[in-house]
């Protein structure tokens, strides 16, 4: 019924609402794609719950047979070289990027904002230099970085970690793109009401914007939770390293070691999980605030 | 009278609602990025002060650097191909496909297949060298062993035959990110009566639809998603070393353009001539999205 209807009022296809025999093709497609990019996905999430002997057992099996939190008990229990528990890395990678998102989301916000609905000289070059910064690649200047941060007296601080990743000219770009669509009627009417640009930008443009704010979150989270960059060149007291750090040395240091693999599984898993877990939450805002990311 | 304070106010309101973000812009984006320039004329190896050289890093990269002429520029035009460009294709394909079907298994397929993107280079790492693992207990060396294919384990990592095309199948499988997302925003977003407008006008088949409405009218996404994979296929460069575990990697096999860069910033330490590269970079990437840009924008005419 619903096919005749199709065929006889021609229809893009696009964004279907109900199912129909025609898009089957398209499943072809899209599920050998989700299972090859889901494979190491599975794997990562399998083998942190493998007990030793199923990780090095040959030939090598891609299921686990029985099931155990060692690995986690393991890696709970262990200390680096310098006797710098796992948990104390786990504990500054949380705090580094608490810090690093609401910093992040704050700044871009508001500079979002402003060059979105005030209106002063030079915004328009000042937006033009900030799209120019979405090309900008951040290991192209990790030597002048460097030597920023050697100067500027936060080498070897917490500070560190943080500030050279708050800045992030995407998620700037996206505020301004989203707040764009917002009627200036409704910030005049605020205006009028007597409130202030800071009132306005918490009480209602805070409020408006939530889908970039998520998206604005998970760059931001993603950039920083698997950072190796901050610890490795910009300090060097351990116990001010990131858990993504201590993964690095993890895998070429115990590689040799059988606890090692163990640990190294379930690390893994710690680091991959925040990021899918934190997406899933946040997908479908992260879609809304995408429709609006377009370079006009 | 009034009018003239609030102006005043909101114009101050302004700058200090930016000046956050633009200060720590400044010294994180624009001063380093100077001071690349400035230290890609010198001679510096991070103790004694720069001393001027002039051309000389640029002279040199561009006729004595054996290494980046024979190996890093090659690998790296190869590279961006199938990465940058292969993966905007096959990003597009895979959003114009996923907005073909419902929502529900659309959303559940949309994350897997973004999902990899979140892995950054630690990831990688212990996912994929266990996958290419060079003993016959890799699940590459076993599967081929089983079937016959190969009578000795390989050791994928490796060996200069293997290595970068072991970097660009994990790159594509991680390249999935923010531009993929906003493609497929982009494609579900185009006014559904456009279509119907092409239809009368005379369109066909699905690959028509694709040219004349979908790639136009998702032209802004389209550009978005443009950069974002330019920009990750550079910020990305250092997957070779992150997958055979060693700068240089075997035999220059992996050798990328970051690679490079830290090959001489950090190991060697010629920071005036890693800076030179470092501008090379930036100054490519600027240069590949702009043609990008261009391209995009004339194909609407």
Redesign the interface.
Known sequence: MKKTNRTRI??????????DRS?LK??A???P??I???L??L??IV?AFKPTDEL?A???R?YVKNPTLDNFRLLLSVSSGTTVPAVRYLFNSVIVSAAVVFTTV???T??G???SK???RGRGL?FDI?K??????????????Y??IVY?GIFDTIWANI??L??I??G?FLVKQFADQLPDALIEAA?IDGA???KI?RKIVFPLIKPTLATVTI?SF?SV????ETSSLYINNESLKTF?FY??TL??VTSGSIAGQGI??AA?LI??MP??IL??IL??R???T??H???? | MKNKISDRLNRSSAAIMLAPYAILFVIFIIIPVIAAMVLSFTDFNSVEMPAWLGLDNYLRLFTNDSIFMQKVLPNTVTFAVFVGFGGYVLGFLLAWCLSQITKGPRTVLAIIIYSPSMTGGVLIQTVWSVIFNGDKSGYLNYILLKFNVIDEPVAWLQSEGSLLVIMIIVSLWSSMGVGFLAMLSGILNVNEELYEAGYIDGIRNRFQEIIYITIPAAKPQMLFGAIMSIVNTFQTGNIGVTLSGSNPTPNYAGQLIVTHIEDYGYLRYEMGYAAAVSVILLVGIYLLSKGTEHLLSSREE
């Open positions: 021609r229809q893009s296809g696009m964004n279907p609402k109900h199912f898009q398209f499943y497609v899209l599920i794609v989700g090859l990019m889901a190491p996905i794997f990562i083998n090095f040959y030939p090598p891609f704050f700044i871009s508001a500079a904002f402003a060059l005030k209106k002063f000042l900030n120019t910064a979405l090309m900008f690649v951040s290991v192209a200047v990790s030597i002048p970085r030597f920023i500027g500030l050279p708050v800045v000219p995407t700037v205006v202030s640009d800071f930008l760059l993603q939770w698997n950072n190796i993504a993964m690095s895998t070429s190294s599984a893994t680091m991959f990021n899918l997406f899933i997908q479908s992260v879609m809304n995408m429709a990311s377009g370079i006009k």
